[in-house]
């Protein structure tokens, strides 16, 4: 039987209403790390739209963890505890919420993309950037090369940043391991020159992230569900690779790690990536049918029979929409109607509903 980005699926103790999810989404909007009223409102705009899980945006598990000045993190209580309101309205929306576990290693320490600068000062509040491996990213500084008792401290940071946000209520974790933040920097041997236990082979490069997939997933209820955000393909000659993917996620599955949220690139900006309408979904396809877990596709998705036709083929299990969602937060409720399909709405939106649905599609 053919499934549909409607229908809902299971992942441990949690119901996902549909397979359309929101995905992370950088805000810069963030107060020292405190998320406020923008957040609020843009995060409440997106769990009343019908979507069947809601990320909140990369947020930082230590201070020197965020990409910009205005990043979120959740490194204290404090931080923890201004997501709860947020958290509080998705469930009451009927949405479950996930948290996205992250650190930016050598592209951190950011001013906001509208700036007029890229690099915050030390005056401005900027900082020495960590990596596994003292090799800038592009023109940026040159980052510290972290130690093994640092690598150690993070893991653990990782794990108490996870507990802090399964203590105000969100449903899912993600470890964001993509995008040239700091797990992908240990796993791509163009970041990554180190000749410990934490590089020179797959095994060691790939360490630090299975370490604190395990570490987390041993401190967390088995109802929780966990997933992992990776970089399929570095898209460069001789940089992480697909067939790495294939084998890491095969990894992450046998420690608890229960899906894949597949993009690629970002690792290095000289990268040449043939962007188009879901160019990343292969990718999904590939880590689902030979690592034997389940995945989310993500990458210019935007038009309804596009997405379903993924989920429905069996090519992911999921779809993530990012900028679409942005440009119409209700950007599920519209699918569902022009695919006649009909979903739950919020019964302050029930008015709007077009009093002839299209039929479904043959």
Not at 98 to 110: C, D, F, N, P
Request: aromatic share 8%; charged share 20%; hydrophobic share 45%.
């Amino acid at each position: 039987m053919s499934i549909s980005m409607f229908d809902n699926l299971n992942i441990r103790g949690v119901n996902f209403p549909n397979r359309i999810w929101v995905s992370p989404m950088c805000q810069y909007s963030s107060d020292d790390g405190l998320v406020g009223d923008w957040h609020r409102v843009h995060l409440g705009a997106l769990a009343s739209g019908g979507a069947g899980l809601l990320f909140v945006e990369a947020t930082a598990v230590v201070p020197h963890g965020r990409i910009s000045l205005a990043c979120p993190g959740i490194w204290d209580d404090e931080h923890a505890e201004a997501f709860r309101p947020i958290v509080e309205f998705s469930h009451s929306m009927r949405v479950p919420i996930a948290m996205q576990l992250a650190h930016a290693g050598r592209k951190g320490s950011t001013m906001s993309p509208w700036d007029d600068h890229v690099i915050a000062s030390h005056e401005e509040g900027g900082w020495v950037t960590d990596a596994p491996s003292a090799l800038s990213y592009g023109n940026f500084p040159v980052p510290h090369q972290l130690t093994k008792f640092e690598i150690a401290d993070l893991r653990q940071s990782f794990v108490d940043a996870g507990l802090r946000a399964l203590k105000v209520g969100f449903d899912v974790l993600e470890l964001h391991a993509a995008h040239g933040y700091l797990f992908h920097q240990f796993m791509s041997p163009l970041s990554n020159e180190r000749t410990d236990e934490y590089g020179v082979s797959f095994e060691g490069r790939t360490r630090f992230l299975l370490e604190t997939a395990q570490a987390l997933r041993a401190a967390i209820p088995d109802s929780v569900p966990l997933f992992v955000r990776i970089s399929a393909t570095d898209w460069v000659e001789g940089g992480w690779a697909i067939e790495d993917s294939v084998l890491l996620s095969t990894e992450l599955r046998e420690v608890g790690v229960d899906l894949i949220d597949v993009s690629t690139g970002g690792l290095v900006d000289y990268a040449k990536i043939p962007v188009a309408p879901g160019y990343q979904v292969p990718f999904a396809e590939r880590i689902k049918s030979e690592a034997g877990i389940l995945t989310s596709a993500v990458g210019l998705i935007i038009e309804p029979g596009q997405a379903e036709q993924i989920v429905a083929s069996g090519k992911a299990d999921a779809v993530m929409l990012a900028r679409a969602m942005l440009r119409n937060p209700h950007w599920p409720m519209w699918a569902a109607e022009e695919l006649g399909v009909r979903i739950p709405w919020q019964p302050q939106f029930e008015r709007a509903r077009k009093l002839a649905p299209r039929p479904s599609p043959q």
